[in-house]
């Protein structure tokens, strides 16, 4: 960790707390493994009162790729700062040389803790931009409502429990990663990935919810609420908790708004928010449950405000469920020029076309095999135009900017991902807190960074 002044005015702001420029004279501190008093000490003696540090990676999200810079005065936070762009991937500009069909594989792995959101959105505006919205089967979308009410869940458990650990509660942590492999394990059973499933595609989904998979959700569902209350026993009653949060990280409804901030974020102030109300997508209003709000637009609203969202993902789930059971039928439009791949079927081997499908393709139909040979490797044109979808994201309001040129692939796709605009909200949760506070701030805003560095 190193320390230093701010370098000369003609410095750029962003970068002026960490350029060191030996020219000034001006004093500089470094540590490394050494006794912070020791700094402090020495910083008192040649009267330099503010110091600039560089703090965390303290959240798993963050992991090295967010840099906070914070000016303090003893163990006040005078200024923050939040670095980021160290992990960019490319998958915005990468997804304009795939079909549209592969950009699945690639929006999947932006925000990695909750990927079926960005999968369900993209898709919807690919079937904006096909006009095949309506013809999507409606057990498509009940297994899309389903899936993304257990990410919801399984993001909020990451989110508890990760922000449990931090401020050195781990057995908050061990109960919420608990609780989330119990839903894990059911991605892996429908999907056959734990996360970046890409299993939902423009047109459906890639296949039905195999023998035995509602009744294991149910069961999961039963074991899930069953752990959301021991966390709420662990955490609500908490003295130590309620000191650490209340008061903590607090933005209002003026603040939310000015900064694009959506999600529990912006519920926490007392607005609800929702796009799941606010523009339905998927079915989800014909589904029966509530968008929670709160009054305490702090660390403390927001955790509860995820317990109780975490509850509502539940009872949305067990509909999707009871759907599921009473109306079997596709899970893929019926146009075989846009259903890729054709007649999936999970083999031996966990993937792969069913073995009729093959048997068909290779010995008995040449125009079979030569429509999915193209359909595979051209993929489905998507007629010109473009269009703006969003969906309702664990973090807030993800939206989908797509622009087709009439081609095979994706002339532009752009995501406004919440964790990037609720990332702003740093410097205003922090500056005049505590340092200790910091770590409480950053988890109650639960960033992602592989969706904000994307």
């Known amino acids: 960790m190193s320390t230093t002044r701010p370098a000369p005015h003609h410095s750029p702001r962003a970068t002026g707390h960490v350029v060191d420029d030996e020219t000034t004279g001006v004093p500089s501190f470094e540590a490394s493994g050494g006794d912070w008093s020791e700094i402090a000490e020495e910083a008192a003696r040649l009267g330099e009162e503010r110091i600039v540090v560089n703090m965390g990676p303290q959240h798993p999200s963050t992991h090295g790729v967010l840099r906070l810079m914070l000016e303090i005065d003893g163990e006040t936070v005078t200024e923050a700062r939040a670095g980021i762009g160290y992990l960019h991937t490319g998958i915005e500009k990468n ?71 931090e401020l050195g509660a781990t057995t908050i942590m061990t109960v919420g990663f608990t609780a989330r492999e119990e839903l894990l394990k059911i991605f892996e059973l429908i999907t056959g990935l734990r996360m970046n499933h890409a299993f939902i595609r423009p047109g459906g989904v890639a296949q039905d919810v195999p023998a035995g998979g509602i009744e294991a959700t149910r069961e999961a569902l039963t074991n899930v609420e069953h752990y959301l209350r021991q966390l709420e026993d662990l955490m609500l009653a908490n003295p130590i908790l309620q000191l650490r949060l209340k008061g903590v990280g607090h933005l209002n409804l003026a603040g939310a708004m000015a900064l694009g901030v959506t ?62 059971e009473k109306n079997p039928g596709p899970v893929m439009v019926e146009d075989k020029k846009i259903a890729w791949p054709a007649q999936l079927a999970i083999g031996s081997d966990g993937m792969g076309n069913s073995l009729a499908h093959i048997k ?4 008995t139909s040449m125009e079979a095999l030569i429509h999915h040979f193209k359909l595979v490797t051209e993929g489905f ?23 087709s040129d009439g081609g095979t692939r994706p002339y532009r796709a752009h995501f406004r991902d919440p964790s990037f605009n609720n990332l702003q909200a740093t410097s205003i949760m922090c500056e005049g807190g505590q340092v200790a506070d910091v770590v409480v701030a950053v988890a109650s805003i639960d960033p992602v960074l592989g969706g904000v560095d994307r």
Request: overall charge negative; charged content about 25%; some cysteine.
């Open 95 to 165: 997804m304009e040389f795939r079909t549209w069909t592969q950009g699945v594989t690639f929006c999947t792995r932006m925000d990695y803790v909750a990927p079926l959101f960005q999968e369900a959105a993209y898709c919807l505006a690919v079937e904006k931009l096909l006009g095949i919205t309506d013809d999507v089967p409606e057990r498509a979308n009940v297994i899309r409502v389903l899936l993304m009410e257990l990410n919801r869940i399984t993001s909020h458990l990451v989110c508890v429990a990760t922000g449990g650990n």
């Open 263 to 324: 999600g529990p974020i912006l519920r926490s102030t007392g607005l609800p928010y929702d796009v799941r109300k606010t523009a339905p997508y998927c079915g989800y209003e014909t589904y029966d449950f509530d968008v929670p709000t709160s009054d305490e637009p702090d660390a403390w609203g927001r955790l509860v405000l995820r317990l109780e969202e975490m509850y509502q993902s539940i009872k949305i789930a067990r509909q999707a469920l009871d759907r599921l």
């Open 360 to 363: 068909e393709i290779m010995g």
């Open 381 to 403: 044109r998507v007629p010109a135009g473009q269009v703006w979808q969003t969906v309702e994201h664990p973090r807030g309001e993800l939206g989908v900017h797509l622009v």
